[in-house]
């Protein structure tokens, strides 16, 4: 069975674009979360869906946007691109709601370098 | 105030030797969850063992177990025999009221290295 799958890669932006990305969670999986973790620390909270609704947020400011698709599958969208915004962002997944002795299951991030 | 802290930034251990990396948590809450991941180079972070608060056993997962101590709210991870593709950073975190409706706290690492 496929994992959590992001795209893309990698990707170079420069301050003030924007930026889209993308997460398909593993097959079944209707809670999606996003991440970002800068270098040398752990990952931080942005954002977590389920049922295509966003149920959390974390302390991010409003460039900051998600949605999650009829097929489970979500998208990050970031605003005015700052140089604090290079990051690597994971997208994670889990079975349910409520459970919370559920793992979250990540994908391989989105390494992404403002210039 | 920080939830999860880990203070061994890194650590060395001899191939096929056991290693024990720290972990210690702060919350108020009496439900909780533990949890630690391992972040190998390529990115991707990987579930490898579950504490419940209300759980009286320690969790073990193959080679990998978790010395709870809830008295101390530390959560060590123990990993035995150690391979060289445990090289990797490992992380603790924390899930508070221990429902799928809060997200992971994590730590800032420690940096594994295995030597042969």
């Known amino acids: 069975d496929a994992g959590v799958t992001q795209s893309p890669t990698h990707l170079i932006k420069t301050r003030g674009q924007h930026v889209t990305l993308r997460c398909s969670p593993i097959?079944?999986?209707?809670?999606v979360s996003w991440y970002q973790q800068v270098l040398g620390q752990g990952p931080q909270f942005i954002f977590q869906?389920?049922?295509?609704?966003e149920r959390g947020r974390g302390n991010f400011p409003d460039r900051f946007s998600a949605r999650q698709f009829p097929n489970y599958s979500s998208e990050l969208n970031v605003n005015a691109l700052l140089l604090g915004d290079s990051a690597l962002y994971l997208c994670a997944s889990s079975l349910g709601w409520g459970q919370g002795n559920q793992p979250q299951h990540f994908g391989d991030g989105t390494r992404l370098s403002i210039l | 105030a920080q939830k999860i802290t880990q203070t061994q930034p890194g650590m060395f251990v001899q191939e096929k030797e056991a290693v024990t990396l720290d972990c210690t948590y702060d919350?108020?809450?009496?439900?909780?969850?533990l949890f630690w991941y391992k972040q190998p180079s390529s990115g991707e972070m990987i579930f490898l063992i579950y504490q419940g608060s209300y759980d009286e056993q320690n969790a073990t997962e193959g080679r990998y177990s978790l010395n709870f101590q809830k008295a101390r709210k530390s959560a060590n991870l123990v990993i035995s025999a150690s391979q060289l593709g445990d090289s990797a950073m490992y992380f603790c975190?924390?899930?508070?009221?221990?429902?799928?409706?809060?997200?992971?706290?994590f730590g800032k690492g420690t940096r594994l290295s295995v030597i042969a």
């Open positions: 869906y389920y049922e295509k609704e």
């Open positions: 919350t108020s809450d009496q439900s909780y969850g």
């Open positions: 097959s079944g999986h209707k809670s």
């Open positions: 975190a924390m899930r508070e009221r221990n429902s799928g409706n809060t997200p992971l706290v």
